[in-house]
């Protein structure tokens, strides 16, 4: 993957805070030039915070938001978002490393406020143990050198710090194929699976961890794998993301998230309570993978 500069990584949260700031004003048939000449800063200067081409200040959030009627939640966040809208350090350290699809969930996983996931496939990257990261690497990419499945764990370590430093709340539906599917060997499945166990205790990590089980993986859509991103008060930034091979879909309509919404609560009533998740952890650790713990 060929290397970025700095300055041709975009900064998703100046965007998705653009975006958000045009849609309002959009949303209650405000014109532009209007909107412009109330807070008093020329059409151009209003294009180009609505398109991202500027930093976007604290104070010309704060107006418009006063312009727009936004409510107090919605607007802690855009203030906040504000604040940190070029912020771009874990993006910049790991250019090389992160796919140019998953660039803007990288970012926005490091302010959301919940994180539901519905992972079939493999363990959620931010849970996964570097052995895993490894192996998965080593197994997609055969011919990944020795500093490149270094980096890869780099990434995923700066990852999951970033966002453990965030404590969001996170809702993790693993399907029990996960579980079974070799990847390494048995000590790295073995080992994998304590962590989840581990992590699935830990306060600190604010998560609740289920298990789809075999007996129960008929449901409609369980076949593949979506994170909805959700920014507190503020419903009208949540973000679907689904990711395939080589790209990624980025879903922000109130009603595609709404029907992930739906479709992971009935995922999560057919899946194995926390307690029994971690049973099935334990039971698997031995039986499956030959684990003495």
């Known amino acids: 993957m060929a290397e970025k500069s700095e300055d041709e990584i975009v900064p998703i949260r100046r965007r998705h805070l653009a975006i958000r700031l045009r849609k309002a004003r959009e949303e209650r048939g405000l014109l532009a030039e209007a909107v412009a000449k ?43 978002m504000a604040e940190k809208s070029d912020h771009r350090g874990l993006l910049v ?8 699809f998953a660039a803007a969930y990288f970012d926005l996983e490091q ?27 080593q197994r997609d990419q055969p011919t990944a050198t020795a500093e490149e499945l270094r980096a890869s764990v780099a990434l995923r ?13 996170i809702r993790l539906v693993l399907d029990e194929a996960v579980l079974h599917r070799l990847v390494g060997s048995d000590a790295v499945m073995a080992d994998q699976l304590r962590r989840l166990r581990e992590v699935s205790t830990d306060p600190s990590m604010n998560l609740t961890l289920q298990i789809l089980p075999f007996a129960q993986g008929g449901q409609y859509g369980v076949g593949m794998g979506f994170t909805i991103l959700k920014f507190g008060d503020s419903p009208v930034m949540n973000v679907v993301y689904t990711e395939h091979i080589q790209s990624a879909s980025y879903l922000e309509a109130p009603l595609d998230v ?7 609560n009935l995922i999560s009533e057919s899946a194995l309570p926390p307690a029994d998740s971690r049973t099935l952890l334990t039971t698997l650790m031995t039986d499956l993978w030959n684990s003495t713990d």
């Open 38 to 80: 109330w807070a008093g800063f020329s059409q151009s200067t209003l294009s180009r915070i609505e398109n991202a081409k500027q930093r976007i200040q604290v104070k010309h959030v704060r107006l418009l938001a006063n312009r727009y009627g936004l409510e107090a939640g919605e607007l802690a966040l855009l203030l906040s």
């Open 93 to 100: 350290a790991h250019a090389s490393t992160i796919p140019d």
């Open 111 to 137: 302010i959301a406020v919940e994180m539901w996931v519905y992972e079939p496939g493999v363990v959620f990257g931010l849970l996964q143990s570097p052995e895993y990261v490894r192996a998965l690497r």
């Open 157 to 169: 370590q700066a990852r999951q710090d970033a966002v453990v430093a965030q404590r969001p709340t």
């Open 258 to 264: 709404s029907r992930y919404v739906d479709q992971f």
